[in-house]
């Protein structure tokens, strides 16, 4: 157990709908990044926050969207899904921005657009 | 621009085989580190491993061992007397220069040990 959570652990939805996908950090860590694993693109790097602020944008769609409260848990907005959406999601948390800062994976969120 | 690249797709070996996993990065940074990250069939992302650039010695765990190698930037994983518990998708990652220090993951290397 990593100590990141994530939730939901499955989501099913239709296309044109908006889902929430959550996060809470391991206790302490103030770093959050989103990844995006999909069977095409592998695993890619969304979007981080650290200590409530936006750090740093990756690959990351218009129609997505995040926020980190001031609790530290995050939140993955995802609007107008389309079936390409469909992917495993993972927040991953680490305690500073330094490059040895391992980061902890949660269980991700399966999201299936159909 | 970063980048990681594990060439081998797929191996697949039989228990007890020795098996090892190639990572090959690219980046300009003098200073970085390395890790290794295993996803089990149950889909989450462990940890393995972390290295840092300014140190060369060979990593051993139990029977998981790391190679680094500075001047071929390479980064391998050795699985000794594999085990069906060690099939995985195992993945090498490199942290970004930018202050944010998101991780490039190579593309994986699906491990599949045989009974």
């Known amino acids: 157990d990593s100590g990141v959570t994530q939730t939901p652990k499955h989501l099913i939805t239709a296309t044109g709908q908006r889902v929430t996908l959550r996060c809470s950090p391991r206790?302490?860590?103030?770093?959050v990044y989103w990844y995006q694993q999909s069977l095409d693109q592998g695993l890619q790097f969304l979007i981080q926050y650290y200590n409530g602020e936006e750090r740093a944008k990756g690959n990351i769609l218009e129609r997505f969207s995040a926020q980190q409260f001031p609790d530290l848990h995050s939140e993955l907005n995802l609007s107008s899904l389309e079936l390409g959406d469909s992917a495993l999601y993972f927040c991953?948390?680490?305690?500073?921005?330094?490059?040895?800062?391992?980061?902890?994976f949660g269980p991700g969120t399966r999201l299936t657009v159909l | 621009a970063q980048k990681v690249t594990q060439a081998q797709t797929e191996i697949s070996v039989v228990e007890k085989e020795d098996v090892t996993l190639d990572c090959v990065y690219e980046t300009r940074d003098t200073t970085y580190y390395l890790f290794w990250y295993k996803q089990p069939p149950s889909g989450e992302l462990v940890f393995l491993i972390r290295r840092n650039s300014f140190d060369e010695q060979n990593e051993i765990s139990g029977r998981y061992s790391w190679n680094f190698q500075k001047s071929t930037s390479s980064f391998n994983f050795t699985i000794t007397a594999s085990q069906v518990v060690d099939s995985a998708v195992y993945f090498c990652?490199?942290?970004?220069?930018?202050?944010?220090?998101?991780?490039?993951f190579g593309s994986g290397t699906q491990l599949t040990v045989l009974p």
């Open positions: 206790s302490g860590d103030l770093s």
């Open positions: 991953a948390s680490s305690p500073e921005l330094a490059n040895y800062n391992e980061q902890f």
């Open positions: 990652a490199l942290p970004t220069s930018g202050s944010a220090r998101q991780l490039t």
